[in-house]
């Protein structure tokens, strides 16, 4: 069993498009994906981010799929689609917040902060469910060192659960903004 390797981001470092970080930014993270690559023998990397969320954001290209197709490594798309997130559960993002929104008076001041931190609070009762779609998705690379790009917000969960599926894992940066 291979070792995965974990790296938080803010999900705007993963793609080009609309609501990305600068072309600057995404190159640098890029260089760095690239040395890890190298020096780490990974064969897979694989990411929090789904074709449809891509589309979504008005994305071209994945940071890390641009990385390994350079470097002839694989790359595996790991976030749950509408679809699957619906079979798992999980409903969308805008159903929540049109929920949290009906309950907070109209015309109190701090209402759509108030309606997103809610709205953010909800969708993390969401996280395990998709940390474990995301193992589903890596368990027939086991035996490949793997690169693992997901949010911040993930790293130390998502860690803990590997571990837990006796996976071997550790965290290469917590938060890429921060180190940056």
């Known amino acids: 069993?291979?070792?995965?390797?974990?790296?938080?981001?803010?999900?705007?470092?993963?793609?080009?498009?609309s609501y990305a970080k600068s072309q600057q930014e995404r190159d640098k993270f890029s260089i760095y994906l690239k040395q890890q690559v190298l020096k780490l023998k990974i064969s897979l990397i694989a990411e929090e981010l789904s074709e449809e969320a891509l589309r979504k954001y008005k994305g071209n290209n994945s940071t890390a799929k641009l990385v390994a197709k350079e470097l002839n490594v694989i790359h595996l798309f790991c976030d749950p689609n509408t679809n699957e997130r619906k079979l798992a559960g999980i409903p969308p993002k805008e159903e929540i917040k049109n929920e949290i929104e009906k309950n907070i008076p109209?015309?109190?001041?701090?209402r759509y902060q108030l309606r997103d931190e809610k709205t953010?609070?909800?969708?993390?009762?969401?996280?395990?469910?998709?940390e474990k779609f995301w193992v589903e998705k890596i368990k027939n690379y086991l035996n490949q060192g793997i690169l693992f790009i997901c949010g911040a917000e993930h790293v130390q969960s998502f860690e803990k659960l590997l571990l837990e599926n006796k996976c071997k894992a550790s965290i290469l940066i917590m938060d890429w903004d921060n180190v940056i």
Do not use: A, S
Request: net charge positive.
């Open 106 to 110: 109209k015309n109190y001041i701090h």
């Open 1 to 17: 069993m291979h070792m995965i390797y974990l790296i938080g981001v803010e999900h705007k470092i993963q793609y080009d498009g």
């Open 120 to 130: 953010n609070e909800e969708m993390k009762k969401y996280h395990t469910i998709r």
